[in-house]
């Protein structure tokens, strides 16, 4: 399966070089790249026999090949269309580079023939997986330190386009990692980066209890769990799509609740108060082609005036508004420790960023979610992204806010069995 | 002798003065009028105005609220002709939407020309007109909506949905205006209806309205619910959480139908989803209804079991107010409008009150005196007209709450309705 763009097209890319702009000026990209990229859908994510046969793995390492080029020239492209001012913030132009870097080494790779051949791509596409890891910190700050030269609307537009493609590209890479592997360990019920029994019960377990734990150790306290409804529900799924949405939204409910109990711990008489935080709430439902739950809690709901903007990336917010907000106010930006250049930050290095609660909560999540995702929580994008999430299969996420009491967050995830012709 | 044939004579017909039909040719060159009225700017009003205006009642201030209600009406009545003018043709001559049409129109005619009103007197004939007018127009809810539901194929749903819901916002801002001024006539005079609290209303406003009761009392009501068999029926338990004694000031009604229709449609939807096995009683799970006392608003949130929305032909929850067949195939369900024709040609009509609903055994009022009260009363109970949730947007809409409805699908329903608690925010009618 070759892509639409030739080899020779993309090998027309210049070599590696510095990446000043007089530099990225003198190769303009060929027009080939105006292609858009070699579309993938949904259907050919779930066709994996089982057990993965050899000649299944050649065929998604050929499918692999084709289909990454395009996407890594089509980001590319999206880069260099910003405006100049924002090209040459060293965190932009950073990320401008890992880009070129993955293309110039994708192209270089040739055809995979035997599964020898594929043990040393499926490394090398690790190693690239691994360089993107933290792609979203470095546009964050980028953005952030760019506020004056691009409307939020602009920017808004060109994340919600660059995660989202983001989140495809690393599903392709991580479906073929996942797939060689399985040719070695067979897990049942795994094809790929999709597991068919998903169960949303113990992912739920499994995230709250890391959210318990952070929000214990932070604030003192931490609200129970409570399950209901169609519990014992499973569902076709990507599992660390699921545990990303889940713990973000987790972790807003648990700090909210926590915060909130604490802060009329200090207004109202004990006698009034409840003995400790209520339980945050998850209501599970199941239907033919979609998985519903809704997260309840009583943290004290959002106020109005924060409303409209608690799903807009974090950088419009001032320092200062934390405090005002609430639990829910913009999260500055944290992740401090995955900006700094090579290697993934240490567990210490988040530590030492950390001071308040709110950089905690921010930074830890990126712990555990970084084996899956790379370093995308903690910026203060947590909602966005959990939005990002669950529309990208044709779900949907919705927040609704009773201000003095809780919230409740309803998110609707396809089942990916029932798949819909969706385009990665 | 054969017989003579008559001349035919033919002549145009004379145009009748005031109350000309809507179909007379001249009705074209009246339009004058209307426009007048049309051009000038509704004065929309906030709750805090209207109390404030009906505390401290005397004649002086009682004959100045007739001779602003006299003037204001006519000019929302012309806007919402205008509205229906610029419509295709072919729906406002359709049966039912004309029949509005006429309906508004002579409303209007004899609106703007009743005379200025100076004494107590005039009052109580003025008073006594907009009652007439209000009652004349009680099937206006339930003829409007099925014809425009009849037209939707020759409308945008974008402006069907738009359009009537315009029409029934103004209605319900026509129907304070007028139930207000009559109720602040009557408690000047002494004459308080019966049952009502004194201290805390004025004029069909309450000062300090609980809505914890008006909670408990709409679930009392729903209880007593028969079916269909007239037999009782096992309801869910209604459970009610948060800030249980919320108190505020609003008109009742308001608060009232919205939480009526919701939990209807919750009770019945519990059951529809919870079926007994064999000829137990079935064991429903219950509706939780959360109150929550905001620092600007009152929120009622009502979660129930009843599976949410799983039908196919409905999209997503703001579907079902709409009135438009192309977002809600139930609107032209030919037991729908069968139901929405008898409900327009009973006389008392539908006014999306909870009153009406009752049968009249439970209002204590032992007038049965008329002939089909009590099928009327029956009737409206049961039939699905569908007019419920679209009605109680709109009555929390009014002024400037919200009506939203998300659904976990397979599971249940939770619908969250929000009224402003501070009487400052206008009336939500286009000026």
Known sequence: ?424 | MRPTRRALTFSLPQPTPSTSSTRAPTHFYRNRQLELYASKKSKPLSLRQLIFFGRSMNEERLIKSANYVRTELPVRLAHRIRDLQTLPFVVVRQEQVAKVYELYWSAFERTRSYPPIHTRADNDRFCGFLQTILDEHASVIPTLSLGFSLSSQHLDPELLDTVLRRMLVSRISRRVLAQHHVALSASLAGREPPGSEKADHVGIISTNLDAGECIRHCVELLRQRRGADGQGRVWPEVHIDGDRDTKFAYIREHLEYPIFELLKNSFRFTRLAHPSPGSSPPTLPPVQVTLVNSPTDVHIRISDQGGGLTSADINSPSDLYSFSHLRNKARLASDRLAALKQAASRRHGVMATVKEQLAPAADGDGSGGETGVEEDAELASRTHLGIGLPMSKIYAEYFRGGLHLVSLDGYGLDAYLRLPKLGTMLEDIEV
Request: glycine share 8%; proline share 8%.
């Open chain 1, 1 to 424: 399966m070759r892509s639409l763009l030739s080899r020779s097209a993309l090998l027309a890319l210049p070599a590696r070089t510095p990446y000043a702009p007089a530099a990225a000026a003198a190769a303009p990209t060929p027009t080939r790249m105006a292609l858009p990229p070699a579309p993938l859908r949904l259907p050919s994510l779930l066709d994996v026999p089982h057990p993965v046969t050899p000649q299944y793995v050649l065929h998604s390492a050929a499918l692999t090949l084709s289909a990454l080029p395009p996407r890594m020239a089509a980001r590319i492209r999206a880069l260099e269309s910003l405006p100049y001012i924002v090209g040459v913030n060293p965190f932009i132009s950073r990320l401008y580079g890992i880009y070129k870097d993955s293309l110039d080494a994708l192209v270089r790779e040739q055809p995979v023939r035997s599964l020898d051949e594929n043990e040393g791509f499926v490394r090398r596409l690790q190693g690239l997986v691994e360089s993107h890891a933290n792609d979203i910190p470095i546009m964050a700050k980028g953005f952030q330190e760019c506020k004056r030269y691009m409307t939020p609307t602009a920017v808004s537009a060109f994340l919600d386009s660059a995660i989202r493609s983001r989140i495809g590209t690393r599903l392709i890479g991580e479906q073929h990692i996942a797939l060689s592997r399985s040719l070695a360990h067979h897990t049942p019920g795994q094809a790929g980066v999709v597991q068919r029994n998903c169960s949303p019960k113990e992912m739920i377990r499994h995230c709250a209890g890391f959210v318990h734990e952070l929000c214990e150790s932070t604030l003192g306290v931490a609200p129970g769990l409570v399950v209901d409804g169609m519990d014992d529900a499973t569902f076709a799924y990507i599992p660390t799509h699921l545990e990303y949405i889940l713990t973000e939204l987790l972790k807003n409910s648990y700090r909210a609740t926590a915060e909130h109990w604490l802060a009329n711990a200090s207004r109202v008489p004990a006698s009034v108060l409840p003995p400790s935080p209520p339980p945050v709430t998850v209501t599970l439902s199941r239907t033919r082609d979609f998985l519903s739950l809704r997260i309840r809690d009583r943290g004290g709901g959002i106020s109005p005036a924060h409303l409209g903007s608690i799903f807009s990336y974090a950088f419009t917010t001032a320092a200062g508004d934390e405090a005002d907000g609430g639990p829910y106010a913009l999260q500055h930006v944290g992740g401090q420790a995955a900006l700094d250049a090579g290697p993934p930050a240490s567990a210490s290095a988040p530590a030492a960023s950390a001071s308040t609660p709110a950089a905690v909560f921010s930074d830890i999540s990126s712990t555990v979610i970084r084996s899956g995702l790379g370093t995308i929580a903690g910026l203060g994008y947590g909602l966005p992204l959990a939005r990002l999430y669950a529309t990208y299969f044709g779900g949907n996420l919705e927040l609704v806010s009773l201000y003095g009491h809780g919230t409740d967050v309803f998110v609707k995830l396809r089942s990916l069995e029932r798949g819909a012709d969706v385009e990665l």
